[in-house]
């Protein structure tokens, strides 16, 4: 089992920046992909930002030159960092960690970019 803490999210005027966290704890030990992932009320949940371990980035479209996702490898920490924040941004974001036979989802952290 994995457990997964996220952090960071609030409300923020449009333009403003907010940093994400999830960490990783439990059996951690095969995860090789962590990414954020994102609901909006009435859409279905989509791809933000994804790290695969010894590849490139996976970025959304709509968020290319705004987010950036980091790792901490020894701290099996997730970040998300969001520059520039629209308020289509605004939403659920989920943290997800996945194995080579299992992946697993934090409970959600609220971004409301709003003036």
């Known amino acids: 089992q994995v457990q997964l803490v996220e952090s960071g999210g609030g409300l923020v005027q449009p333009g403003g920046s907010l940093r994400l966290s999830c960490a990783a704890s439990?059996?951690?030990?095969?995860?090789?992909?962590m990414g954020w992932y994102r609901q909006a009320p009435g859409n279905q949940r989509e791809l933000v930002a994804i790290?695969?371990?010894?590849?490139?980035?996976n970025y959304a479209d709509s968020v290319k030159g705004r987010f950036t996702i980091s790792r901490d490898s020894a701290k099996n920490t997730v970040y998300l960092q969001m520059n520039n924040l629209k308020p289509e941004d605004t939403a659920v974001y989920y943290c997800?960690?996945?194995?080579?036979?299992?992946?697993?989802w934090g409970k959600g952290t609220q971004v409301t970019v709003s003036s």
């Open positions: 997800n960690v996945r194995g080579v036979d299992f992946s697993y």
């Open positions: 439990g059996t951690t030990f095969g995860i090789y992909e």
């Open positions: 790290d695969n371990y010894g590849g490139w980035p």
